[in-house]
Nanobody, 122 residues
Framework: QVQLVESGGGLVQPGGSLRLSCAASGSIFSIYAMGWYRQAPGKQRELVAVITSGGSTVYADSVKARFTISRDNAKNTVYLQMSSLKPEDTAVYYC????????????????WGQGTQVTVSS
């Protein structure tokens, strides 16, 4: 019913930048929040940044001042601009959406993208 499709990952040198995108499609009534999480090898998945439909944002301390989350509500798309990348930012980045469906506008549902690899290495 709902798909989250991520793009923009890849290999970048330390200090470089990347921009991730995630587009949600399907029988969506409303998207309340969208966010990015990441999981490095051998570690648990962790929050990177979240943005609500009203534009409020939350960032992990480790990415504050380096990463910027934004969204285009008309396109059901969330972006993550990553700058000053460090090797410790290497991980699979997952898009997440808290949304409701057309057939049940009240119920919140949690959806995940398939993940996109970000590798920071010289």
């Amino acid at each position: 019913q709902v798909q989250l499709v991520e793009s923009g990952g890849g290999l970048v040198q330390p200090g470089g930048s990347l921009r991730l995108s995630c587009a949600a499609s399907g029988s969506i009534f409303s998207i309340y929040a969208m966010g990015w999480y990441r999981q490095a090898p051998g570690k648990q998945r962790e929050l990177v940044a979240v943005i609500t439909s009203g534009g409020s944002t939350v960032y992990a301390d480790s990415v504050k001042a380096r990463f910027t989350i934004s969204r285009d509500n008309a396109k059901n798309t969330v972006y993550l601009q990553m700058s000053s990348l460090k090797p410790e930012d290497t991980a699979v980045y997952y898009c997440n959406a808290d949304l409701s469906l057309n057939n049940d506008p009240v119920r919140h549902n949690d959806y995940w993208g398939q993940g996109t690899q970000v590798t920071v290495s010289s």
